[in-house]
């Protein structure tokens, strides 16, 4: 795919603003919900968004908690 100067302009404003909105506090991200399991545990909070129990959070699973099955 070759390269478009348009898009770099773009990709270059962009983040200057979303940069000021961020020090404003004017953007924030998701809440974070860190789950247990590890990766194991990423097949129950994909379950859990399909059920909708999951809306307008982040669900974390840390890869230091996954305990693989022997």
């Not at 898009?7 to 200057?16: I, M, R």
């Not at 020090?23 to 809440?31: E, M």
């Not at 545990?41 to 974390?60: H, P």
Request: glycine share 12%; hydrophobic share 35%.
């Amino acid at each position: 795919m070759e390269a478009k100067p348009e898009d770099f302009v773009f990709g270059s404003k962009w983040y200057g603003i979303a940069e000021l909105l961020w020090a404003q506090g004017k953007w924030t991200p998701h809440p974070q919900r860190i789950e247990e399991g590890g990766l194991i545990g990423i097949n129950d909070g994909l379950q859990q968004m399909r059920e909708s129990k999951v809306s307008g959070e982040k669900l974390v699973y840390r890869i230091d908690d996954t305990v693989w099955p022997n």
